[in-house]
């Protein structure tokens, strides 16, 4: 039973341009939520996916939009990167249905330069 | 807004030793309270939750302590082991309206020495 997978692991940018970054959740679980972690600090809540809309939204501008398809998998969007972007860009997934653990994916590496 | 603070930053224990890591909140509409473990280049796994209707939860090593009133909680690692060595974060967010919105604290980097 693969766990929430990401791609890619690691992107470089420059500033600028934009950016799509992918996530697969685990099997069964149907929402997909998204966190910016900065070097040194906690994740911060981007938005959450379900039923193919976003539902929640947390303090991020409107470059950063998402997609969730039918099969529950989702991307992040970036649009004009700035060098504050670069970050780790955590995944997690869980089921509606069971309001319990959120399980994250290993994140993908974003460098800003 | 920091709305969960977390301390130390980072904490040195001897093996064998308690590990303990704090966290306060400020919103009182958190509901739920997990901590989360962090190894380099992973993405963080939930280690232990509580909800505010109990003061403590325990799970093998690992208990949470809740003080409803003074807005605070804490993780104590017993008998700490060198695997327990990672970056530990709590975090906080309204049950109701699902756990995927979590308010996390800004991590304690624990080190477990021989």
């Known amino acids: 039973d693969a766990g929430v997978t990401q791609s890619p692991t690691h992107l470089i940018k420059t500033r600028g341009q934009q950016v799509t970054l992918r996530c697969s959740p685990k099997?069964?679980?149907?929402?997909v939520s998204w966190y910016q972690q900065a070097l040194g600090q906690g994740p911060q809540f981007i938005f959450q996916y379900y039923e193919e809309e976003e539902r929640q939204r947390g303090n991020f501008p409107d470059r950063f939009s998402g997609h969730q398809f039918p099969n529950y998998s989702s991307e992040l969007n970036v649009n004009a990167l700035l060098l504050g972007d670069s970050a780790l860009y955590l995944c997690?997934?869980?089921?509606?249905?069971?309001?319990?653990?959120?399980?994250f994916g290993s994140g993908t590496q974003l460098s800003v330069l | 807004q920091q709305q969960v603070k977390q301390s130390p930053q980072s904490l040195i224990v001897q093996k064998g030793g308690i590990s303990i890591i704090n966290c306060a909140y400020e919103n009182t509409a958190f509901d739920y309270f997990p901590w989360y473990q962090q190894f380099p280049g992973k993405g963080p796994a939930l280690l232990i939750a509580i909800r505010p209707d109990v003061s403590e939860k325990k799970e093998g090593r690992f208990t949470i302590s809740f003080n409803k009133s003074a807005k605070q909680f804490s993780l104590h690692i017993m008998d700490s082991q060198p695997g327990d060595s990672a970056t530990y974060f709590c975090a906080a967010s309204n049950y109701g309206f699902g756990n995927e919105k979590l308010t996390f604290g800004t991590g304690t980097r624990l080190t477990i020495i021989p």
């Open positions: 099997s069964g679980h149907d929402t």
């Open positions: 997690a997934s869980s089921w509606t249905g069971k309001n319990e653990k959120l399980f």
